[in-house]
Each structure stands twice: as C-alpha cells, then as structure tokens.
C-alpha cells in the first residue's frame, strides 16, 4: 500500500483547566521536516510531541498548530509572580532616583506585562496533550492512506497501458526484421548491383546489423521491471525513492529501444510509454 506525503488531521480534547487543538498537515519533502507552533505553556512538551511526529512520519514537510483555550477553571491557578514584581518596583525607584521624580508604576501598567503572572496550566496534563496529538497523527495518517490509494489506482491504471503498449511493440518487431531485410537487400541491389549477396563475407555484414537492431535483450529487462514495479507499489516496505530509481532503468531500456528501431509505428509506442513514465514519476514524488 502506498502512503501519499500529503494528509492533514485535526483532534480536540478537553482538560481540567483548559480545552486543546492539534492540527498536522503535511506535503511533499525529501525528508522529515517538522515546522511547529505550540503555545507557550506547553513548551516543555514540545521535544516530546516532535519525537512523536517523527516516529510515525518518516518523510513530508509537516507543520504543527498546537492551541490552548483556558477554561473556567483554569483561574484559579493563576498567581501573581511576586519576584518578578519586586524586581520592577526595585527598577522603578532606581529610575526615580535617576530622573529625579516621584512619579511611580500604575496598576494598569504592570497588568500589560505578560510575566507579571505564573500560569500553572499543563504539569499534569501532558497525557492528555500527548494523546490529542496522538489522535491528530492517527487522522492525518489515515488521510494519507486514503490519498496513497488514489494514487496507486492511477498509477496501476498507466503500468497497464505500458505493458500493452510494450506487446504491440513486441508484435511489430517480429515482423519488423524480415522487412529491415528486405530493406537492405533493396539497398545493396541499388548502390551495388554487381555484388553477390550470397556472399559469407556480405551476409556476416547483415546479420550485425540486423543484431544491431534486435531489441529482445531490452524487451525482457522492460518485462522484468514492470512486474517489479507492481511489487514494489504493493510492499510497504519499498519507498517511493526506491520506486523512484526503478523507473530510471525503466527510461533506460525504452530509450535503447526506441535508438535502435526505425519502425514508426514503434517509435510512436516508445513516446506513449515514456510519456506514462514519466507521469508515474511525477506521482512518486507525491509518496512516501
């Protein structure tokens, strides 16, 4: 099964003293890259939650939204930071001093600075953070999932395609030697009228050159990777990298067939097949 690197999941959950959401999204990179956003109180979470993303995304750019909502309850574990106050009192009477003024700190002041109190929100509360996330992991996987399954149907659907366009090449090609023969013979008898062809030495000349043109050697490698490549579309072990250098051989061996062939009923099946390479590659890219 094909796992696509493109998915998005969302979970919520309800705490105690706060309300949590997790949204994952995830597209298209080489390698695991996990951009995130996580508020502020659970920050000590973060390399947790990170290791949990990576242990079940191996690859995709990935961004995390993390979002607390604090409850009614959540007021009672708000306390005033009694050093940190003390610390701006102490600054204030240094700045008194310094500008020569009475003038001191109003409440409406110190209630704008975000550190004049202590949020005890998440010490107690990382399962249940841990496991939203866990939650939104499980629904962007079975999104990828679903969209892997898109994509290997229309790749499916462009591997049979090829292998019948490879059987009408194979047809054409067993017809196309005994015309190439008379093809040449029609040459010689042209440029080289007084030549005998039952010559040794002129049909050891022919027989290279038809052995030029022979294609059976690239026919079977052709066979051999296409049913390769629907082993590999069905094994979760193989990734789409490997998948990826399967198909450069498969480009190879079509790009040999069509240098050697002359034939243009072939040479027409050979841009059709690498046409649906090439878009099989493209769908790759989209893979994990």
Partial sequence: MLLSMTGY????KKASNFDISVQLKS????????????????????NDILSLIKKKCIRGKIYLNITLNENSQSSKLIKLNKN???????????LQKELN???TLNIEFLLKQPDIFIQDLVKRDKKIILSCVNDALSK????RKKEGK????DILSKIKIINTDIKKIIRLSNTNIPKELKKIKNKIDTILPNFDLNSDRLYQEVAIILEKKDINEEISRLNGHMGLLIIYLKDNSISGKKINFLLQELNREINTIGSKIDNLKIRHLVVNIKNNIEMIKE??????
């Avoid at 999941?9 to 919520?12: D, M, S």
């Avoid at 597209?27 to 973060?46: K, P, T």
């Avoid at 940190?84 to 240094?94: N, R």
């Avoid at 962007?140 to 999104?143: E, G």
């Fill in 9 to 12: 999941g969302k979970a919520e």
């Fill in 27 to 46: 597209i298209n990179s080489r390698y695991v890259d996990i951009v995130s956003r996580v508020d502020d109180s659970i920050f000590i979470f973060e």
């Fill in 84 to 94: 940190k106050l003390k610390c701006y009192m102490e600054q204030t009477k240094l």
């Fill in 101 to 103: 003024t009475k003038e």
């Fill in 140 to 143: 962007l996987l079975d999104h």
């Fill in 150 to 153: 898109i994509i290997e149907k």
């Fill in 283 to 288: 769908q790759i890219q989209n893979i994990i």
